[in-house]
């Protein structure tokens, strides 16, 4: 996996080794006379330590320097099996695990040349999910990207894909959506609902506005009435006369009937 410099084996005061046990995880455990090592077996195979039956303490801790290396690609690589990962990702990810950071920009260097890690493909892979499988607009996807340190132009570049018709379509489909599930609330209210939804999902004004035209056929009257009747029951147990009519108004005033 790693290109790094193979143990050189020294002259010094060499600790025999006795045995060797298979771990999980593609590891070794390796028995010494003094002590016990557990390394990456690619890490054993790779210097020949089913051959070599000795260690000096210099080979020993440049084995346990490379082999922490091959530790965080491992670790990367089960990150990676979910799904595509940004470099920004991929660091904090690592970072959280606690390894230095000299041994995680090692790896994320092995990723990007591997193109296991791919800012330019990770962006296109977002973008067309949100776009198929969320409401999310451009602008909430343009600033979900830059949080992970990605160049804008990139963004930008395939945003492109994201058409002013598809945002419409989308739009649209949310208005009917909305108009449907709130057939208490009034068209003043409602409009003022699915315009501050659609801004935070992150479309234009523009896009949202073209879309409205989609709430002239809803009619406050029924609505208007059954609300004015449920006022009526509620609050003629406490008023009466002129300051229950003032009260009913000012409720349905507020819900946004006048």
Same mark, same amino acid.
């Given at each position: 996996i790693f290109n790094f410099f193979f143990i050189?084996?020294?002259?010094?005061?060499?600790?025999?080794?006795?045995?060797?046990?298979?771990?999980?995880?593609?590891?070794?455990?390796?028995?010494?006379?003094?002590?016990?090592?557990?390394? *990456?077996?690619?890490?054993?195979?790779?210097n020949n330590l089913l051959i070599t039956k000795e260690l000096s303490e210099e080979q020993i801790g440049h084995l346990e320097d490379e082999n922490k290396k091959y530790l965080i690609y491992d670790e990367a690589l089960k990150y990676l099996k979910?799904?595509?990962?940004?470099?920004?990702?991929?660091?904090?990810?690592?970072?959280?695990?606690?390894?230095?950071?000299?041994?995680?920009? %090692?790896?994320?260097?092995?990723?990007?040349?591997?193109?296991?890690?791919?800012?330019?493909?990770?962006?296109?892979a977002y973008i067309n999910d949100k776009m198929h499988f969320t409401n999310d607009g451009p602008y909430k996807i343009l600033k979900s990207l830059k949080q992970q340190n990605i160049d804008k132009? %990139?963004?930008?570049? *395939?945003?492109?894909?994201?058409?002013?018709?598809?945002?419409?379509?989308k739009v649209e489909k949310f208005? #009917?959506?909305?108009? #449907?599930?709130?057939?208490? #609330?009034?068209? #003043?209210?409602?409009?003022?609902?699915?315009?501050?939804?659609?801004?935070n999902l992150g479309y234009s004004m523009?896009?949202?506005?073209?879309?409205?035209?989609?709430?002239?056929?809803?009619?406050?009257?029924?609505?208007?009435?059954?609300?004015?009747e449920k006022l009526y029951a509620k609050l003629s147990k406490k008023y009466s006369g002129s300051e229950l009519e003032y009260k009913i108004k000012q409720k349905m005033i507020q819900k946004g009937f006048y």
């Amino acid at each position: 996996i790693f290109n790094f410099f193979f143990i050189s084996y020294d002259r010094g005061e060499r600790m025999k080794i006795n045995s060797y046990k298979k771990l999980k995880n593609g590891q070794y455990k390796i028995i010494l006379s003094d002590r016990e090592l557990v390394l *990456h077996e690619d890490l054993i195979l790779k210097n020949n330590l089913l051959i070599t039956k000795e260690l000096s303490e210099e080979q020993i801790g440049h084995l346990e320097d490379e082999n922490k290396k091959y530790l965080i690609y491992d670790e990367a690589l089960k990150y990676l099996k979910s799904k595509l990962r940004s470099k920004q990702e991929m660091y904090q990810y690592l970072e959280k695990k606690e390894y230095d950071k000299k041994s995680i920009d %090692t790896v994320i260097h092995m990723l990007i040349k591997q193109k296991y890690l791919d800012d330019d493909l990770y962006v296109q892979a977002y973008i067309n999910d949100k776009m198929h499988f969320t409401n999310d607009g451009p602008y909430k996807i343009l600033k979900s990207l830059k949080q992970q340190n990605i160049d804008k132009k %990139t963004i930008d570049q *395939h945003l492109k894909s994201f058409s002013i018709e598809l945002q419409k379509e989308k739009v649209e489909k949310f208005v #009917k959506k909305a108009i #449907k599930t709130n057939r208490n #609330k009034s068209k #003043k209210n409602l409009k003022q609902k699915i315009i501050y939804n659609l801004s935070n999902l992150g479309y234009s004004m523009d896009v949202i506005q073209s879309c409205l035209y989609l709430l002239e056929d809803v009619s406050d009257e029924n609505i208007k009435k059954k609300e004015q009747e449920k006022l009526y029951a509620k609050l003629s147990k406490k008023y009466s006369g002129s300051e229950l009519e003032y009260k009913i108004k000012q409720k349905m005033i507020q819900k946004g009937f006048y």
